[in-house]
């Protein structure tokens, strides 16, 4: 069967244009794909018709030789096309479907590195920055400013960020004309790599910025100014976008994030919304009850009511007088939690009066008459 002339099997006219016949070259193989044509039982031939027309047409010099000689001109050695009967070589797909191969998976292997991909490539978004900031708990309580200083990467004012003297645009690099990436063929396979010219980038730049060294950023220390809202707590994330590290050739900005910490507070203990404050009293006035004044995150007092016969562990709560919430109205409570200090370095007349004390209240400890009570029971039944 006589082969079709390969700018019909692309569709395109004798005089196309480099580019109009990579263009249908891309349409057509995208078409005929074997793996989106499972049920074409034809699919599979027809593709590889594609690639070598493809194969001739892409190439000036094949090009020329097929235009003057045909299909003759690879076979029999003339032309200068050279390779076996028939003109396709296993080598020469390989380069073929590499053309098409990032159209046809771009979208599993993220784009070419050339075009609008090189221009990605070359301005790079900066980096993400963390700082950690500590922050005390009445400044978690009411909110705060603060001022930060965060070494980061600004963009060069040298150069206005292009990385090249005088702020001259990068030109394409000659290694990978522009992809930033290169090709190596392995039998079948083509493997690509990072341009090892431009690392990359897809341009490189003639005179590099004497100020930045072509990187289009520098190194330096900026105050910025952050607002604390009231009831963070450790953990607590607040992002500035557009403070971070400064993009690579004039790219975009990357964001900076504050990660809080609330240091222990002397007083006070922490959970959630609410605050939990340890009061000591005397044995004396646990047993007689009475009042305690309490202190309270805003800076003020409180006055809580003891009733007789407190005992250690006991707790009392003050409405609203917690933490704000961080999201949405409300604010938490305090809990007052009682601890009975038992008295010590006693004199003599001290020592008399609680044994005195001792022996009349025998019948008022009730909760250690039960203990002892069930100890007893504990023993005795032991024994039994």
Not at 52 to 59: M, P, R, W
Not at 308 to 334: I, V
Request: charged share 25%; with cysteine.
């Amino acid at each position: 069967m006589a082969k079709r002339d390969f700018y019909d099997v692309l569709g395109v006219s004798k005089g196309a244009s480099a580019e109009e016949i990579k263009k249908a070259y891309r349409t057509k193989a995208k078409e005929l794909h074997p793996d989106r044509n499972s049920d074409n039982p034809t699919a599979e031939a027809q593709f590889k018709e594609v690639n070598e027309a493809y194969d001739v047409l892409k190439d000036e010099q094949k090009k020329s030789a097929y235009d003057r000689f045909g299909h003759a001109a690879f076979e029999g050695g003339m032309g200068g096309g050279g390779g076996p009967r028939g003109g396709f070589q296993q080598g020469d797909f390989s380069s073929a479907f590499s053309d098409v191969f990032e159209d046809l998976f771009g979208d599993f292997m993220g784009g070419r590195g050339g075009g609008a991909g090189g221009a990605r490539a070359r301005a790079q978004r900066g980096s993400d920055l963390r700082y950690n900031l500590r922050i005390s708990l009445e400044e978690a309580w009411k909110g705060a400013q603060k001022t930060i200083n965060v070494p980061t990467s600004v963009t060069c004012d040298t150069c206005r960020g292009s990385g090249a003297e005088g702020g001259a645009e990068p030109v394409t690099c000659p290694t990978c004309s522009g992809m930033g990436k290169v090709r190596a063929q392995q039998g079948f396979f083509t493997v690509e790599r990072t341009c090892p010219t431009c690392n990359g980038m897809g341009q490189t730049i003639k005179n590099p910025c004497k100020t930045c060294h072509g990187a289009g950023r520098v190194e330096k220390e900026r105050a910025l100014s952050v607002n604390i809202p009231p009831g963070v707590e450790t953990g607590t994330r607040i992002r500035l976008a557009g403070e971070g590290e400064a993009g690579l050739r004039g790219g975009p900005q990357g964001d900076l994030y504050i990660f809080i910490e609330v240091k222990e507070h002397a007083l006070f203990q922490r959970e959630g919304v609410h605050l939990f404050c340890r009061v000591p009293i005397s044995m004396p006035a646990a047993a007689l009850g009475g009042e305690v004044e309490v202190p309270t995150i805003d800076g003020g007092r409180a006055r809580v009511k003891v009733p007789a016969g407190a005992q250690s562990g006991k707790q009392m709560r003050l409405r609203g007088k917690g933490m704000p919430a961080l999201r949405g109205p409300g604010t938490g409570d305090m809990v007052i939690e009682l601890a009975v200090e038992t008295p010590v370095n006693l004199t003599a007349k001290q020592k008399d009066l609680l044994r005195e004390f001792e022996k009349l209240s025998e019948e008022n400890n009730p909760e250690g008459k039960s203990f002892f009570s069930k100890v007893k029971g504990f023993w005795d039944g032991m024994k039994g």
